[in-house]
């Protein structure tokens, strides 16, 4: 049941050395400029090195067949490293905000606009282009991993254009009659940042805990049931019984078909093809699919 994956674990090593590039530069200034936002930004890159760091390994280990431990193979994997990220880019939004929170009580803090701006321009810009590259590239394969990456560079455009955006505004106010808010923009940013993220985590967290759960697909087992219900219709078997679940890329499959006691199924070539027949109309890829397809006459098999 292994997959090749070695497109997306180039994309996946390219991704966390350009993200720890970045993320230690936007540190680096954010702290010379005094800038939360920056600083933020730069520490929520650097924490998605690591993330992405597990990604690959996981990326990498479903390339492999299962062992004795691991017979159904290493699919289980990808959802739970899938909640691990999300939790971790989830927790690193809260504890952003709380830090705003707590330095727009204490009166905010002056920084350098002119050149804060001028990295935010340039960090989303670049960011923007990974998070589309990666979301076509993440699209193109079905992988998980890499659309996780891909909102977490866009969660990092989002911050850097919303940045530049504050920074705007605070240039425009800058020695007028609203210069004395000019100390609370940073937090200001950062805060509204935080809150207007925290569903695209919290989103992939919900999707990634359906499947460590095995909570059936709507649409596979709605997939399932329409190809099951065509074929006993067509082949005059008494029911069908059908369980599913989505384990990242791979799809558990389980049809149990209910025949009278009497019932002649012939050769088990003619057997195999009607298992042949059920797989080519639910489709999938064989690599990434555990289909068993059982034959009964008694329904307490089902």
Not at 216 to 232: C, E, K, N, T, Y
């Amino acid at each position: 049941m292994a997959m090749d994956t070695t497109i997306e674990q180039a994309q996946l090593r390219f991704s966390i050395t350009v993200t720890f590039l970045v993320g230690a530069t936007s540190v680096a200034i954010g702290l010379l400029l005094h800038s939360q936002s920056i600083a933020f930004d730069g520490f929520y890159s650097l924490v998605d090195v690591v993330l992405t760091t597990g990604s690959l390994a996981v990326s990498r280990l479903i390339t492999h067949d299962g062992s004795r431990r691991f017979q159904f193979g290493y699919w289980h994997l990808e959802p739970l490293v899938v909640v691990l990220n999300a939790t971790v880019l989830t927790i690193t939004c809260a504890y952003a905000a709380i830090t705003a929170i707590h330095d727009l009580s204490i009166g905010g803090h002056e920084i350098r606009f002119g050149v804060g701006a001028g990295w935010a321009a340039l960090m989303g810009v670049l960011s923007m282009a990974m998070a589309l590259a990666l979301r076509r590239r993440a699209r193109t394969l079905g992988s998980a991993l890499l659309e996780l990456d891909a909102k977490g560079w866009f969660i990092g455009a989002s911050i850097s254009l919303a940045v530049l955006v504050g920074f705007g505004i605070a240039a425009v106010i800058r020695g007028g009659s609203l210069d004395h808010w000019t100390p609370y923009i940073d937090s200001s940013v950062l805060l509204l940042l935080t809150i207007a993220l925290l569903p695209l985590p919290l989103g992939s967290l919900w999707h990634a805990m359906r499947e460590v759960l095995q909570l059936a697909p709507d649409a596979l087992d709605s997939h399932v049931r329409s190809v099951m219900q065509g074929i006993v219709g067509e082949r005059g078997y008494l029911d069908f019984a059908s369980y599913v679940a989505k384990m990242g890329r791979m799809r558990f499959i389980d049809i149990h078909i209910l025949l009278p006691p009497d019932a002649e199924l012939g050769t088990i070539a003619s057997v195999d093809e009607v298992r042949a027949e059920i797989a080519a109309r639910l489709g999938g890829d064989i690599r990434a699919e555990w289909l068993n397809i059982m034959f009964t006459s008694h329904r307490g098999w089902m």
